[in-house]
């Protein structure tokens, strides 16, 4: 007997990455046909599109959610899934310019080898980070750090994709400035002053592929790294150890694994969720335990190569709004 047609939505942003989106929808709409996924399309238009598109589609009763871009269309499709009790299974097509997330899951960096993930529809399910009303997958972090906070135009990452990254990032490296944080956790709590904190759900973050070397997606635990005060060159020397997964011993960074941790500052402090801004701290950040359902490569066999580094691109990456008027400058 056939199988009955499965219903997904596409939702794609059309600037992502070298804009590979808006030249290879006929094609991947057509391997999806043809793999048995009867499948819709909504092309974002902006910030905050590929939420609404998001919850629009489970509304509508889509059985597969299609993220296809960047880090941040994810996010925002993450954003319009969590809310809902009934939450179908996620895709992802990862075609932006960073896809770090795609990369801890081993999906393929090419259109057709992530096609192909969708169509076996072999999910794994993941937890879920929830800070205030927002929610990431990958990664949270605050730290004086922000002020670093950059936006890459989309049409100059289009143009020359990572490269935008590093020569954004590097002219601010010298502005490095502590934080006061409180830290509670059901386990500890510390008053700190700290460069950084980050709260992560997979070992992949940025190009650093061991920075938390114990994560798991699926265990209900962040695995918290707090990089105490230290200077440029101790700043500099646990960031090369991170590149190594040698880090956790270094006496500036302390390390911790816990369900919900609530971190408060006296100072103004930007809050980072999956490269994305999200809010200002004070943050309760709660796991919610095998919360999505996303499809994978079930064989395990990554595609990707290490991008090449750049230490400002963690995990400060965009302020929206901000571009147009760099660019005035
Ligand atoms: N039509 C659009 N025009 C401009 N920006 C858009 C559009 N649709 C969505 N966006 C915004 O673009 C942001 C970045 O997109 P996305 O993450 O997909 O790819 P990217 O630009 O390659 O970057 P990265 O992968 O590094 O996040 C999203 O957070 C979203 O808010």
């Not at 047609?5 to 929808?25: D, F, Q």
């Not at 972090?141 to 950059?150: A, K, P, Q």
């Not at 440029?232 to 911790?256: K, Q, W």
């Not at 994305?276 to 359902?293: D, K, S, W």
């Amino acid at each position: 007997m056939a199988q009955p047609v499965k219903r997904a939505r596409l939702i794609y942003n059309p600037t992502s990455g070298r804009e590979e989106m808006k030249k290879r929808l006929p094609e991947i709409l057509q391997r999806l046909e043809r793999g048995g996924l009867e499948t819709s399309t909504h092309a974002t238009i902006g910030e905050g599109d590929a939420t609404l598109a998001a919850a629009e589609a489970v509304e509508r009763g889509f059985d597969i959610v299609i993220a296809a871009g960047g880090d941040g269309t994810l996010y925002e499709v993450i954003n319009g899934l969590a809310e809902k009790p009934n939450r179908p299974p996620l895709g992802i097509l990862p075609l932006g310019t960073t896809n770090d997330f795609a990369r801890a899951l081993n999906i393929p960096r090419n259109w057709e080898g992530a096609v192909d993930v969708i169509l076996r529809q072999h999910a794994r399910v993941i937890d879920v980070g929830k800070v205030n009303q927002r929610y990431f997958i990958n990664i949270a972090g605050g730290g004086s750090l922000t002020e670093l906070t950059y936006e890459v135009p989309s049409k100059l990452k289009t143009m020359i994709g990572q490269m935008a990254y590093y020569m954004k990032g590097l002219e601010k490296l010298p502005r490095l400035r502590p934080i006061e944080l409180y830290i509670k956790t059901a386990e500890v709590e510390m008053h700190e002053e700290v460069m950084l904190f980050l709260i992560s759900n997979s070992n992949s973050v940025g190009g650093f592929e061991r920075l938390a070397p114990d994560a798991s997606l699926s265990d209900g635990l962040f695995d918290v790294l707090i990089l105490r005060k230290c200077n440029l060159a101790e700043f500099i020397r646990v960031v090369s150890l991170a590149l190594r997964g040698e880090h956790l011993s270094d006496p500036n960074l302390i390390y911790l694994q816990t369900k919900q941790i609530q971190v408060t500052s006296p100072d103004y402090v930007q809050v980072n969720l999956d490269g994305e801004l999200g809010g200002t701290l004070p943050c309760m950040f709660t796991n919610l335990p095998q919360h999505l359902h996303i499809f994978i490569d079930e064989t395990g066999q990554s595609t990707y190569k290490s991008p090449p580094i750049n230490l400002m691109k963690l995990p400060w990456k965009t302020r929206p709004g901000v571009d147009e008027h760099e660019q005035e400058e």
